[in-house]
């Protein structure tokens, strides 16, 4: 019995060969120690002989199935491993976004799973572009094929068997998005290139999820682009072709008939021509404005700074046109510093307090104020307010609010808002309670506020 | 005495309304209408003022402003359109003395030449030692700043930067020059350390630092001491 349990141990535990060979070692040695005469590799009877091949018959089939049963059991133990990869492989690639992303983890799945050294490598839907010129040429050549017939190539596949390693699609036909290389493949291993399929296919799912997602982001940004400049071309050509018929109208009449024109009408004329001028420039100025704060690429020149500056400059400027000072400002002292762009965030409280007196007659209120997340700045007037079924489209460019019939494109407020989320903020309309409208700038502010130097 | 301007524009409209209104003005004008031409000019004559328009075809205005401030310290005024903060500040850095933004009136011109000669011209006398306007009153040499009649007592950083600014009276002066000459050139991004000096130095000296009428903002720029 304790024979036939060493044989079962050896057999489990150690290789085919070296099982058999430890079957027959440990009958010959039971042989020598047991079988009379002791001692010797000789045996007297010819039961005992027979015995002794029974034995060793005994062992060679236990050492057999023991070596079935720990293959059975590895491979068992393989494809729960590969079964447990795959999952997590998928889990994975649910949250991947760019290609970039899945090869990464495909990388690392494959590195994980297979010993010989493995290459994935991306190429255009388009086979004929195919893939990097750094691949070696036979590893291009190889999975550009395999690209081309869609199929896997190598030892045991029936295609190319003579390769020494799979090559592998990335994708179906029609939808392919790169090859993989696994080197050292064996004919045999069929789970192996199983396996490799499975890691394959989903890699390929993911990177034409991938494809797609930015292929359609890309369409809806270009429809949204282009309806933004028919809505832009529309608007501009009715908004600069007024201020322009009145330029022009104005400075010919000045060239040809000034001798006819009193010295008032030329006055007058002079006025329209700078006035209009001035109009055009505002809205060209705020068009490209506009068009750089929606490109994806606006950068903000940030820095610290300080509202009450800019509150102050941008006063110093306005104030030219409010010669009654109906403006009364309020800023506290000791506000924080915020990260912004001060030119851009000096145009929005500009335009908001231009506005203000233009459709205002009585005092505007601007006032700041801040607490532990946030700084806010309020411009109140009492105005006529914002018609209720105007309100929703109040920032959107050339929505054309044609407050009291004075004249605007409607670019200001989008500009303004447009600036207000660009540094992280938000600019919101009120109706201000007693008539008038209350528009407020709300800016994040930075829990960590910059030190001054220690003197 | 006449004196002369250098205008350097590469528009052909603006070019010819600026000499128009500067003649118009008393001035004589040259013209040139890129860097090599004005540098040419400068050969062989000495202008007044340089009024400089940014992004020329043949490259940088830097480089005649770092040949100007070569040989001569006369004023420079860097003409631009909005959205140049940066190479603006490049040129104000370099030594221009002041910038005007595109669209200006022909007013807006004359009265930035007029500031840029009055203080060039006290510059090139002596360095500016006081500072009067209304109620504020600053002796660089006493060490003395008067407001409202009353004697201020500033620490020694405020006073130092009340002091570049009086040096340069009526000018822009870039955040830069400001926290190289005050706190050292290894300092020159520390704008915050301006934006909490200037809030201290405007409680002590404005009626209202909310809307000040000394310490101007220069807003991305700069400040700017009031002269007038």
């Given at each position: 019995m304790v024979y036939v349990l060493a044989v079962v141990i050896a057999s489990y535990t150690l290789s085919w060969k070296e099982s058999v060979a430890c079957a027959i070692g440990s009958v010959t040695a039971f042989n020598f120690f047991f079988v009379p005469p002791r001692l010797t590799f000789q045996v007297d009877s010819q039961e005992h002989l027979i015995a002794l091949f029974t034995m060793l018959l005994v062992a060679l089939v236990i050492s057999h199935l023991a070596a079935d049963l720990r293959r059975e059991t590895e491979a068992a133990?393989?494809?729960?491993?590969?079964?447990?990869?795959?999952?997590?492989?998928?889990?994975?690639?649910?949250?991947?976004?760019?290609?970039?992303?899945?090869?990464?983890?495909?990388?690392?799945?494959?590195?994980?799973?297979?010993?010989?050294?493995?290459?994935?490598?991306?190429?255009?839907?388009?086979?004929?572009?195919?893939?990097s010129a750094?691949?070696?040429?036979?590893?291009?050549?190889?999975?550009?094929?395999?690209?081309?017939?869609?199929?896997?190539?190598?030892?045991?596949?029936?295609?190319?068997?003579?390769?020494?390693?799979?090559?592998?699609?990335?994708?179906?036909?029609?939808?392919?998005?790169?090859?993989?290389?696994?080197?050292?493949?064996?004919?045999?291993?069929?789970?192996?290139?199983?396996?490799?399929?499975?890691?394959?296919?989903?890699?390929?799912?993911?990177?034409?999820?991938?494809?797609?997602?930015?292929?359609?982001?890309?369409a809806q940004q270009e429809a949204q682009r282009q309806q933004m400049q028919s809505t832009f071309l529309a608007a501009i050509s009715h908004d600069l072709r007024t201020p322009l018929a009145a330029v022009v109208g104005a400075a010919s009449s000045l060239q040809t008939q000034r001798d006819k024109l009193s010295s008032s009408e030329q006055e007058r004329l002079l006025v329209s021509i700078v006035s209009e001028a001035t109009y055009l420039s505002t809205l060209t100025e705020n068009t490209l404005q506009l068009v750089r704060l929606t490109s994806a690429s606006q950068v903000l020149n940030r820095d610290w700074e300080s509202m009450e500056e800019i509150v102050g400059a941008v006063l110093a400027r306005v104030r030219q046109r409010d010669t009654k000072r109906r403006i009364k400002s309020r800023v506290p002292e000791h506000l924080p510093l915020i990260q912004a762009d001060p030119v851009l965030l000096a145009q929005l409280i500009g335009n908001l307090l231009d506005n203000a007196l233009k459709y205002s007659t009585d005092a505007i209120d601007l006032s700041v104020s801040a607490n532990a997340h946030e700084l806010l700045v309020n411009v109140k007037d009492r105005g006529p307010g914002i018609p209720h079924e105007q309100v929703h489209t109040l920032f959107e460019p050339f929505s054309h609010t044609d407050r009291t019939g004075q004249r605007g494109a409607g670019l200001g407020l989008a500009v303004c808002k447009a600036i207000a989320l660009a540094h992280g903020g938000s600019l919101t309309f009120r109706h201000r309670q007693g008539g008038g409208s209350t528009f407020t700038l709300t800016l994040p502010v930075d829990a960590q506020q910059p030190e001054k130097e220690q003197v | 005495m006449t004196l002369r301007v250098l205008v350097l524009e590469d528009d052909r409209e603006i070019r010819s309304l600026m000499q128009s209104s500067l003649t118009a003005e008393g001035f004589a004008v040259q013209t040139a209408v890129s860097v090599s031409e004005a540098k040419a000019l400068l050969q062989h004559t000495t202008p007044d003022v340089v009024v400089l328009d940014l992004g020329l075809p043949d490259g940088d205005g830097i480089e005649l402003v770092h040949a100007v401030r070569k040989r001569y310290s006369l004023p420079i005024l860097v003409v631009s359109a909005r959205h140049q903060e940066s190479q603006k500040i490049q040129l104000l850095d370099a030594g221009a003395d002041d910038y005007l933004t595109k669209p200006f009136s022909v007013g807006e011109l004359l009265a930035r030449i007029r500031v840029a000669l009055r203080h060039r011209g006290t510059a090139l006398d002596a360095a500016v030692k006081v500072h009067v306007l209304d109620d504020l009153h600053v002796?660089?040499?006493?060490?003395?700043?008067?407001?409202?009649?009353?004697?201020?007592?500033?620490?020694?950083?405020?006073?130092?930067?009340?002091?570049?600014?009086?040096?340069?009276?009526?000018?822009?002066?870039?955040?830069?020059?400001?926290?190289?000459?005050?706190?050292?050139?290894?300092?020159?991004?520390?704008?915050?350390?301006?934006?909490?000096?200037?809030?201290?130095?405007?409680?002590?000296?404005?009626?209202?630092p909310a809307e000040p009428r000394h310490l101007l903002t220069e807003t991305g720029i700069g400040y700017r001491l009031a002269v007038v």
């Open positions: 133990r393989l494809n729960a491993q590969r079964a447990g990869q795959l999952q997590m492989l998928a889990t994975d690639l649910a949250s991947a976004s760019t290609p970039e992303e899945i090869a990464a983890l495909g990388r690392a799945a494959l590195d994980s799973a297979f010993d010989g050294p493995c290459v994935l490598a991306l190429c255009e839907p388009q086979a004929e572009q195919g893939f750094d691949l070696p040429d036979s590893l291009r050549n190889a999975m550009q094929c395999c690209v081309n017939e869609a199929a896997v190539l190598g030892p045991g596949t029936g295609r190319w068997p003579g390769l020494d390693a799979w090559y592998l699609p990335l994708g179906s036909k029609g939808q392919m998005s790169g090859a993989v290389c696994v080197q050292s493949a064996n004919s045999g291993d069929h789970s192996g290139r199983e396996h490799a399929q499975a890691l394959c296919s989903l890699l390929g799912q993911a990177l034409w999820r991938v494809r797609l997602t930015s292929t359609v982001l890309a | 002796d660089l040499t006493r060490h003395l700043v008067q407001c409202r009649g009353e004697t201020l007592h500033l620490t020694p950083t405020e006073f130092k930067l009340l002091a570049r600014l009086v040096r340069s009276a009526g000018r822009v002066v870039t955040h830069r020059q400001l926290l190289s000459d005050v706190w050292g050139a290894e300092f020159t991004e520390h704008t915050h350390y301006l934006r909490l000096y200037m809030a201290q130095l405007r409680a002590k000296i404005e009626a209202d």
